[in-house]
């Protein structure tokens, strides 16, 4: 028997969830693009990003995944001969690296492993190290969905600073926007990106790039730009073509404005708050089971856990399990073990994670840990019972906070 019915719940780490207004807001017939409300839409569509994302600076739209921008930010301060460091905190920052390699981009690679955040220290001895400035840009994942660790990106700009060592700082917040606080300009990110269907609870297709003047400046000393990555004319057009390079992604764009209004009503640090809250029920159920049997939080200290995404070791063989029964049984699709394999776990089969990103309320995470918890139950993988209640209880707790 299958309880399968309804709606069911996506609660990986994107695509999220996109909620009905968003939804409502594509459904339409094909819009104008010459003329009207889409290309009068377009100056708010970007007024608003740059709030999410902290920022009075830059912004190129692309149509493109997170991949996308990860090659857009690169095509637009490095060429082929740059070299870059990555301080890689999961399978993320390798695979932003391995898109710079393929760009003829070498790269530096401090690897952490997957349980900890970026060590400025460890940032500061490369630096210190690089006496010829060799080093072009420093590529940081601000939350790598892998491991579910979220690094101090203004602490990366401090070292930056205090060694006065010329690289950009690149940050992929595609993971983090509209969930994690971030502040480009307070923290100082040359250029910061992200994708729509995370925190901004978006289908796939649109990809963002923020950019620091310090950055706009930068590309200009480069050779070559190819015409379809290049930031300048998309982030000061006159024409709706000119945002594209070509035809508007046009029902996104509405689904995108629907988004931004809901987060503009609820305002971003209450987006940030609700995330953080959640994010602490959610730990607080993990912590609840794993007081019996071996299910643990991948990240050890929660001041640098990502409020976003939650990556849970529940030992071997029973993620899989858990993933497959929630899936079958209830229509709950849990985020699979992404680059935690293992030689003794080729299938990262101890593993599972949480998406808890974007359109997401006290009702919809409970609902997704009892479902959790019941299967936990059916399978008889072995947990302490009532992480649900303690989850609750954390979220009580909070709410009376303020
Ligand atoms: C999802 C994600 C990506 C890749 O985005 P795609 O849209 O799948 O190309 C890159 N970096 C981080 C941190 C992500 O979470």
């Keep these: ?30 819009p104008d693009i010459y003329a009207g ?130 690289a950009l700082l690149l940050v992929d917040c595609i993971a983090s926007m509209g969930c994690d606080e971030f502040r480009m300009d307070a923290w100082g990110a040359d250029v910061a990106i992200t994708a729509s269907q995370k925190g901004l609870m978006v289908p796939a297709g649109l990809g963002f790039v923020f950019f620091s003047d310090r950055a706009a400046e930068w590309r200009k000393s480069l050779t070559q730009v190819s015409g379809y990555w290049d930031w300048t004319d998309r982030a000061a057009p006159e024409f709706l073509y000119q945002y594209f390079f070509g035809t508007a992604p046009t029902h996104h764009l509405y689904g995108l404005r629907a988004a931004l209004d809901m987060i503009r009503e609820e305002g971003i640090e209450q987006v940030w708050r609700r995330h953080q809250t959640l994010a602490q029920g959610l730990w607080a159920a993990v912590d609840h089971w794993g007081q019996a049997g071996t ?75 009892g479902t959790v918890e019941a299967g936990l139950t059916a399978l008889d993988i072995p947990h302490h019972p009532g992480g649900v209640t303690a989850a609750a209880q954390a979220i009580a707790r909070d709410l009376a906070r303020v």
């Design 1 to 30: 028997m299958s309880l399968r019915n309804g709606r069911s719940f996506m609660a990986i780490p994107g695509p999220s969830e996109v909620p009905d207004r968003v939804l409502q807001a594509m459904h339409r017939g094909t």
């Design 295 to 369: 299910i643990r939080a991948n990240i050890a200290d929660p001041a640098h856990r990502s409020h976003a995404v939650t990556t849970v070791e529940i030992g071997m063989g029973n993620g899989d399990r858990l993933r497959a029964w929630c899936q079958a049984q209830t229509g709950v699709t849990l985020g699979i073990g992404l680059g935690s394999q293992t030689e003794d776990d080729p299938k990262a089969s101890r593993i599972f994670r949480f998406g808890h990103m974007g359109h997401l309320n006290p009702p919809m995470l409970l609902g997704v840990l």
């Design 37 to 166: 409300e889409l290309p009068d839409m377009m100056a708010g569509i970007a007024r608003d990003l740059r709030y999410v994302a902290q920022t009075d600076q830059n912004l190129a739209i692309y149509i493109c995944n997170g991949h996308g921008t990860w090659e857009a930010a690169l095509a637009n301060t490095l060429q082929s001969g740059d070299k870059v460091l990555v301080p890689a905190t999961g399978t993320f920052g390798h695979s932003w690296a391995n898109a710079a390699q393929r760009m003829g981009i070498e790269t530096q690679m401090l690897d952490h492993g997957r349980k900890a955040p970026v060590d400025p220290e460890a940032v500061r001895r490369a630096l210190e190290a690089d006496k010829s400035h060799d080093l072009k840009a420093l590529l940081v994942v601000h939350v790598d969905t892998s491991t579910s660790v979220r690094s101090d990106i203004a602490a990366l700009r401090a070292v930056l600073d205090d060694l006065k060592h010329p």
